[in-house]
């Protein structure tokens, strides 16, 4: 079926180091992405998102890239902080209006001092 | 948290009792949904809304109930609990000129 899943299940990174976070989707005709952080015990927070018509999109300290090509979507974050700590997950939407998001499991961001 | 409250944010029920968890927004936005969260699932919709009285099914609507009677209020229903409703519920909102959702602070049930 169609899915969204994400590459390593947790990643561990030095603080001050940048840290990639990956994606696969299986649906070509999805046309919209969100990158969603979650804290322990907290809802998702939206973190960043971008549209099929685009491949970059930045925010602060935050990179999201999309390669439709093999339907691969990454999130780098720059000079990673404790903060960063926390659960990320991608997001695939495949219908337009109501926006039934699929979600990919999660990567556990651990920041190591 | 977006202006979304969700209540009750902790509950402890026993398997057969119906139980009723509310979202609650204050900014007026069309679109509500609510989802559940489980270990190596991620996060699964299970209804959602479109407007007050319009709701639709998601991936996992099976033993559950929605209804919306007034745009600030969602409210997701479990006729009869089962072990396997154990889960965290979020809820989340998205404006009609938007395409982003934002998510509330979520419920944790636990069903024995």
């Known amino acids: 079926g169609e899915s969204v899943g994400l590459h390593l299940p947790t990643l561990s990174v030095q603080e001050g180091d940048n840290s990639i976070i990956n994606c696969a989707y299986s649906n070509s005709a999805s046309d919209y992405f969100i990158w969603y952080k979650q804290e322990s015990g907290k809802g998702p927070q939206f973190i960043i998102d971008?549209?099929?018509?685009?491949d970059k999109r930045q925010g602060q300290r935050v990179t999201v890239l999309l390669n439709k090509t093999v339907k691969h979507l990454s999130l780098q974050i720059a000079a990673t902080q404790p903060g960063d700590s926390a659960v990320y997950f991608c997001?695939?939407?495949?219908?337009?209006?109501?926006?039934?998001?699929?979600f990919g499991q999660g990567t556990r961001l651990t920041i190591n001092p | 948290d977006a202006g979304i409250t969700q209540s009750p944010r902790h509950k402890v029920t026993e398997t057969g009792t119906p139980v009723t968890l509310r979202c609650h927004q204050t900014e007026n936005h069309r679109y509500m949904y609510w989802y559940r969260q489980d270990p190596g699932h991620g996060l699964r919709l299970i209804h959602y809304s479109y407007g007050v009285k319009d709701t639709d099914k998601g991936e996992v609507s099976d033993g559950y109930s929605v209804s919306r009677s007034k745009t600030e209020d969602f409210l997701l229903t479990l006729e009869s609990a089962t072990s396997s409703q154990t889960s965290v519920y979020f809820c989340a909102i998205k404006s009609g000129g938007q395409e982003t959702q934002y998510f509330g602070p979520g419920t944790r049930l636990l069903v024995l």
């Open positions: 997001a695939e939407n495949l219908i337009q209006g109501a926006q039934k998001l699929v």
């Open positions: 971008i549209r099929s018509n685009m």
